[in-house]
């Protein structure tokens, strides 16, 4: 019981606290290198297998897009990540982090950029009660290389991004399988709109598990609300159709914001 409870506060805290905190330094005249939105609610839809039910529900996430901006220290950081509960038919909770930092990139007054990054603190968390083959834990540290675009009040990041993986996602038991990572992440991040999707494939001696994600954020005009949905998909084969679909449409906000 203690652990689980343990994990619940990880779960919703985690995308708030990591870099939460990194809006106080920004480039001059630009936006916050965070567009940080630790209470959203809204409705999820969800199919887990072809010819399974769809079953519709309830959620309360924490949401982070980091805007390839300089944060605390000067890092900047990219991707995005997810905390969140949901009652659709069963109880979950979900964590998923993308988020990189980085080496090389856009310098000031650069239009595009050769982009390198490090992804230390990539990783997904799935605790199902009601479903423990479907619980599991991953961490995937990648590096990434790609390019990086800007124009206005817009950053553009394409990365293609290598690396390994530890964790139990096939969630057979609890022992950590050594794996592989590789994939895709694509940013889009303005001042009033912060877009994201990712393909991600991890392989280790327990098969081959495949995520793709999308998120997007629009800042509602004179208002701290923020109008946001988020698509979720995986496979657990290649050329396997998926066996868990999610749609989620999510209300954001910021109450610390002015």
Not at 115 to 143: C, D, K, N
Request: glycine letters at 12%; hydrophobic letters at 40%; proline letters at 6%.
């Amino acid at each position: 019981m203690v652990a689980r409870l343990i994990l619940i506060v990880l779960i919703f805290l985690t995308p708030s606290i990591i870099i939460a905190s990194s809006e106080a330094a920004m480039e001059p005249d630009e936006s916050p290198s965070l567009n940080s939105n630790p209470v959203g609610l809204g409705g999820v839809m969800a199919r887990e297998g072809s010819g399974q039910p769809l079953r519709i529900g309830v959620l309360l996430e924490g949401s982070n897009h980091f805007r390839q901006r300089p944060g605390n220290l000067s890092i900047r950081q990219y991707g995005f990540a997810q905390s969140r509960g949901e009652w659709a038919g069963s109880f979950g909770l979900y964590l998923h982090a993308s988020v990189g930092m980085t080496l090389m990139g856009l310098r000031p007054g650069e239009r595009a950029s050769l982009h390198l990054g490090v992804e230390p603190l990539g990783g997904r968390v799935q605790w199902r009660p009601g479903s423990p083959s479907r619980s599991f834990y991953q961490w995937h540290p990648m590096a990434s290389a790609g390019g990086q675009l800007a124009w206005g009040s817009c950053r553009a990041l394409g990365v293609l991004r290598l690396g390994g993986s530890l964790g139990n996602v096939h969630g057979t038991n609890l022992i950590p399988l050594l794996g592989a990572s590789r994939g895709l992440l694509v940013s889009l991040n303005c001042d009033r709109v912060d877009l994201a999707t990712e393909l991600l494939r991890l392989e280790d001696r327990g098969g081959v598990a495949q995520f793709r994600a999308f998120d997007l954020t629009w800042n509602v005009p004179e208002s701290q609300w923020k109008m946001g949905t988020r698509m979720e998909w995986r496979a657990n084969a290649p050329g396997v159709s998926d066996d868990e679909t999610r749609w989620m449409f999510v209300m954001r906000t910021n109450p610390l914001e002015e």
